[in-house]
């Protein structure tokens, strides 16, 4: 790779080559000009692990907890840490760029995508975005804001228009964004799927050139996401540089010809391109080769980071009795559908292969030093797990032979063209390739031999993109070639998943065999945007349990044993990309698990896995209570910690838990209505609702217990309009006394709030989130901490009038909470009205 004169090349390059590098070549690189020694650049996903560039069959990577659970550790400090390992991992798949973190705003428990983004509040989210984005850029690879901007829900994700006033765009949902590049100016930013009052993003002048560019003054390259590009002329006049992926649907010959009837002026691709230039330049100061090999990391400080950062972002929403921590030396029951399966990441394209995965059943029995039992309880699955990993190949080998053919297997000669091991039986085969495949139609056959551990029923189950039929020593037992019925597994592109069931008997080898065609055999009609070429598959099983006799071996198991923990929750297909929850409810059959086994045993120990927020009808009873959202590679481990006390919990919550969906301020308004989403909660997203209809959440954003106590003393307040390291303002410092008056060392989250006048003409949320830090104390220890803001940007609204922030004249107050009920406050004025725009 080598470094450019941009305006030199731009001089070289025909219509036909500037045309072509502002789209896609395939689904993760741009296209290079040889010619001229422009390199393909590789993006990869994804906010919490980069994946490299294969769905199929890929290079396992590093998980972090998922996003909403980085939001609840309040740590800027572990957040750029965390960029830098990213940093690290993106080089080690050869990608110059990280398509996150995704920023955009927890409207509503019910969004596929929730996991994927820090927090319902801007400054929470657009701060700890721009520390993250720092610790990846340090490493020279380029950071991707997405999704720019309003990207809340996936109904109808590509098509609906987002109905939202200039005020809350403004507030809500473009401050993370602002806050962000105030921190770190990223190399990239990533256009939404969905219209803003009327247009896509993708095709917004308003917002691309005269927010983001001319109002931020912000200089990058901005990609749409994937089939997020809906014009041809439109999209490149409005700012989007690059259509993403390839090959090209939008560009190439249109767009060509759209230059030369003028209507894209050359100056105008000129700028699309000039922006994909200046990215080859970036990309070409990592040092990361064109077309690299894509490795394992692993490293033993990567799995030391992954861990603290799973236990800090453990919230402990309930302690009483201080019944934590357990004890290592007493016997513990784990009990509960996540305890033995690591629910380790969101589903869709958060979602990847990790290096490994601690169960929380593993971190419990790795840290007992006493006996450690187990009941099921209850299921959590939507499809049944998958059956990969628990088949042996004929050599004896972990999981199954998959060999592939370019004819049906009704054909009675077949030429094996293809002969891979795989163990995992869930997969996209957009990036699977064998020159000896004639095209996109072709059959693979997966074999291997099952052993139960168990005499019973069975289940088995089949999802696909394409059809497959799975046998049982020869038996039909699925069939979902004969009758298909559309499903929303796989971004919505796939089946329902079809059943079928069989008596095992333990320790009986059993030969399953699934035969599977590709998507040209499917008999579904094909409506998707999205192109997953060759299609996909899923194939699990699991024993058929009855809930009344699971359940009462688990309140058996209960009632006998003093420690008991329950592990609940969601997994990556309840929450995914491609579709929202219908529900804020767990799985069929956990709340009753786990009322029943409080019943039992008060003290039980409750910690639940999802990234949004779920209904706790048993709450009441609960004793002790911790979210433990999605943990990443070291979530067992990181629970064990909390469980144990090897680390003293001190996550908050980053986002206000409801007691039912009614309670949401979206319930009215989430969802596309016949094509439009109206934001009809505007400014009141979260606790700024809660709080100003005082209406009790179930736990509210920032909340959090420890095992220790803090309390926070002598606030004092200095503006500094000579000092200011924040943009162009005067600063206002928060100075505190912190102190750990407890006898467990701990960490405090300080946030510092403010709390506008009451004025006339304009309704403003009871206090607003302008600042935080996090502390950490020995036990006895004190510190003096200090948290600074901008006086104009806490101050301001947007004034929809002047289309300007307003900080209005006035008497404004800071209130400091942390750990415990306990807030310190102190007035500061705004000596005159101020208009402002910029970043």
């Known amino acids: 790779m080598v470094q450019h004169d941009v305006e ?58 998922c996003s909403t659970a980085l939001g609840s550790t309040w740590n800027v400090e572990l957040l750029e840490r965390i960029g830098e390992l990213l940093g690290d991992e993106a080089r080690a798949k050869g990608a110059h760029v990280l398509l996150g973190p995704t920023i955009n705003i927890q409207r509503s428990p019910l969004g596929g995508r929730g996991f994927e983004s820090f927090s319902e509040d801007g400054v929470l989210s657009g701060t700890l975005a721009g520390y993250y984005c720092k610790g990846v850029q340090s490493k020279k690879v380029g950071a991707t804001l997405k999704h720019f901007v309003c ?14 006033t200039s005020r809350a765009l403004r507030e809500i949902y473009l401050l993370p964004f602002q806050l962000a590049l105030r921190i770190c100016k990223t190399a990239c930013f990533m256009t939404a799927y969905n219209k803003i009052n009327g247009t896509h993003v993708s095709e917004s002048r308003n917002i691309l050139e005269d927010i983001l560019r001319d109002e931020w003054k912000w200089k990058g390259l901005i990609m749409s996401d994937w089939f997020g590009t809906y014009s041809t002329s439109e999209a ?16 190439g010959g249109v767009l060509a010809h759209a230059v030369n009837s003028r209507k894209v002026p050359d100056h105008v691709l000129d700028e699309r391109v000039r922006n994909v230039l200046d990215l080859v330049n970036y990309a070409d100061k990592s040092g990361i080769p064109e077309g690299a090999e894509e490795k394992e990391l692993n490293r033993p400080e990567d799995q030391k980071l992954l861990r603290q950062a799973a236990a800090e972002s453990i919230v402990l929403l309930r302690n009483n009795k201080s019944v934590l921590p357990f004890d290592k030396n007493k016997p513990i029951a784990v009990i509960g559908p996540n305890s033995k399966v690591a629910s380790y990441c969101g589903g869709g394209s958060a979602a990847l292969l990790a290096y490994y995965a601690v169960t929380p059943f593993e971190g419990v029995s790795k840290a007992s030093q006493a006996d450690v039992s187990f009941a099921q309880g209850a299921y959590a699955h939507q499809s049944l797990p998958p059956l990969g990993p628990l088949l042996k190949t004929a050599s004896g080998k972990k999981g199954f032979d998959f060999k592939v053919y370019n004819e049906a297997p009704d054909e009675t000669k077949r030429d094996v063209v293809d002969h891979l091991t795989l163990v995992n039986s869930t997969a996209f085969l957009a990036d699977y390739k064998n020159s000896k495949v004639k095209s996109d139609l072709f059959y693979a056959d997966m074999e291997g031999v099952f052993t139960p551990e168990e005499d019973g029923l069975y289940d088995f189950g089949v999802t696909v993109i394409g059809t497959g039929k799975l046998f049982v020593d020869g038996e039909l037992v699925v069939d979902n070639f004969t009758k298909q019925r559309k499903g929303s597994a796989f971004f919505g592109s796939a089946t329902v998943e079809e059943r079928g069931s069989k008596e095992l008997k333990a320790g009986v080898s059993y030969n399953v065999r699934f035969e599977f065609g590709t998507r040209p055999t499917s008999k579904l009609e094909n409506r998707g945007v999205v192109d997953f070429g060759p299609g996909g598959f899923a194939f699990g099983a699991c024993k058929r349990r009855e809930l009344e006799d699971s359940i009462r071996e688990a309140v058996e198991l209960a009632t006998k044993t003093e420690q008991v923990l329950i592990v609940a929750g ?32 008060p003290n039980a120990a409750v910690v639940i896995q999802s990234g949004t927020p779920v209904t706790m009808p048993w709450a009441h009873k609960a004793n002790v209570l911790a979210q433990a959202w999605f943990g990443g590679n070291e979530l067992g481990n990181g629970i064990a910690d909390v469980l144990y006390g090897d680390v003293n919990p001190s996550g908050k919550l980053s986002l206000s838990f409801p ?36 209406l009790q959440p179930l736990f509210p954003f920032g909340y959090g217990l420890s095992y220790t106590t803090f309390s926070r003393s002598n606030l004092s307040l200095e503006v500094d309009p000579e000092k200011s390291s924040l943009a162009d303002g005067e600063t206002v410092t928060a100075t505190l006394t912190v102190a750990n008056s407890g006898k467990t060392a701990g960490a405090e989250v300080v946030q510092l709030w403010v709390q506008p006048p009451v004025t006339t003409g304009i309704k403003r949320p009871v206090r607003e989130l302008k600042g935080f830090t996090k502390v950490f104390l020995q036990p006895g220890e004190t510190k003096d901490v200090k948290i600074s803001m901008e006086k104009k940007l806490a101050t301001s ?16 107050k800071i209130l400091i909470t942390g750990t415990g009920e306990d807030t310190l406050s102190a007035p500061f004025e705004v000596q005159s009205t101020r208009y402002w725009l910029g970043l």
């Open 8 to 65: 030199k090349t731009l001089s070289e390059l025909d219509l036909s080559e500037k045309v072509a590098l502002t789209a896609g070549a395939d689904f993760w690189h741009t296209v290079p000009i040889p010619r001229l020694n422009i390199p393909a650049i590789r993006c990869s996903d994804g906010p919490n692990g980069v994946r490299g560039t294969r769905f199929f069959n890929g290079v396992p990577a590093a998980c972090l907890p």
């Open 151 to 164: 990207n809340d829900q996936e109904h109808e994700r590509l098509a609906v228009d987002t109905i939202v």
């Open 236 to 251: 490149v006049k409005a700012g989007l540089d690059l259509e993403m992926p390839g090959p090209t649907r939008w560009r």
């Open 570 to 601: 969601l997994n990556g297909e309840w929450e995914t990309e491609g579709h929202d929850r219908d529900h804020m409810d767990l799985p069929p059959g956990t709340d009753e698990l786990i009322s029943r086994v409080l019943d039992a045993n």
């Open 659 to 694: 007691v039912r969906l009614q309670d949401n301020p979206s319930y009215l308004n989430f969802g596309s209505d016949r094509g439009r989403v109206l934001y009809g909660e505007d400014i009141y997203v979260g606790y700024r609702f809660y709080e100003k209809t005082a």
């Open 797 to 812: 609204f947007w004034d929809e009038v002047r289309q300007s922030w307003a900080s209005v004249k006035g008497e404004y």
